[in-house]
């Protein structure tokens, strides 16, 4: 009996040497990777609050729990592998140095921020999609929020559309043009770091913070 445990045993740590080194040459981290990679992948599930483990760069269980956390709170296929579709939401780039590349695709920090309007505001008026974007970016300037766009996006459980899936919707030209009036300064909200739609809030704490101004179905607050 106890051979066959050790064989069992044996068998499953081969499987997880293979799935790591076939990840890495397909440019993703799964269990058993080690590296920068890894590290930056940690460092920002840490940031978001799902992984409160070392920062030491090795994939193993409480970094494979972490993941499967990220990608199922954020509509991704919760297979543990960091591949394109995960370190675009992390906001990193794997094999780079750089963290603020937004995807696999290349998608930049202000794309992601039209895909959130998009899924956030699309059917409000204008105004009000520069007004989500401009409250995404007051939370980017808060010290109470993530320090980049995509963190603020991914910050667990922070907007609905991440959870539901519709934050990978493509966004329209109006989306788009949102996002990049608000990151050119336009703020319709005045500096507000909430909203909500008072219609479909099922959250009181929401409540409690006061409203500075409505546009369409969206309650603007700090």
Not at 36 to 45: A, N, T
Not at 96 to 116: D, I, Q, V
Not at 192 to 207: E, G, K, L, R, V
């Amino acid at each position: 009996m106890k051979k066959k445990i050790r064989r069992c045993l044996a068998a499953a740590a081969a499987v997880m040497v293979l799935l790591a080194a076939a990840s890495d040459a397909h440019g993703a981290v799964a269990w058993g990777s080690r590296g920068d990679d890894v590290y930056r992948v940690q460092q920002k599930l840490k940031q978001y609050g799902y992984y409160s483990g070392a920062l030491d760069g090795i994939f193993g269980q409480a970094t494979y729990d972490a993941v499967i956390w990220f990608q199922k709170k954020n509509g991704l296929k919760a297979d543990g592998v960091v591949g394109a579709a995960t370190a675009a939401a992390l906001g990193i780039s794997l094999g780079s140095t750089t963290s603020t590349a937004a995807s696999a695709g290349g998608e930049s920090e202000a794309y992601l921020l039209a895909r959130l309007v998009h899924g956030e505001a699309r059917g409000e008026p204008y105004v009000g999609k520069v007004a989500v974007a401009a409250v995404v970016l007051n939370r980017v300037k808060s010290a109470s929020f993530p320090n980049t766009i995509s963190g603020v996006i991914f910050q667990a459980g922070a907007f609905d559309c991440v959870k539901d899936g519709q934050m990978w919707m493509t966004p329209d030209g109006e989306s788009i043009r949102a996002a990049n009036d608000a990151l050119a300064g336009w703020d319709p909200t005045s500096g507000c770091i909430y909203y909500y739609n008072p219609a479909t809030a099922t959250s009181s704490w929401i409540w409690t913070r006061e409203v500075r101004l409505t546009i369409g179905a969206h309650a603007f607050a700090v």
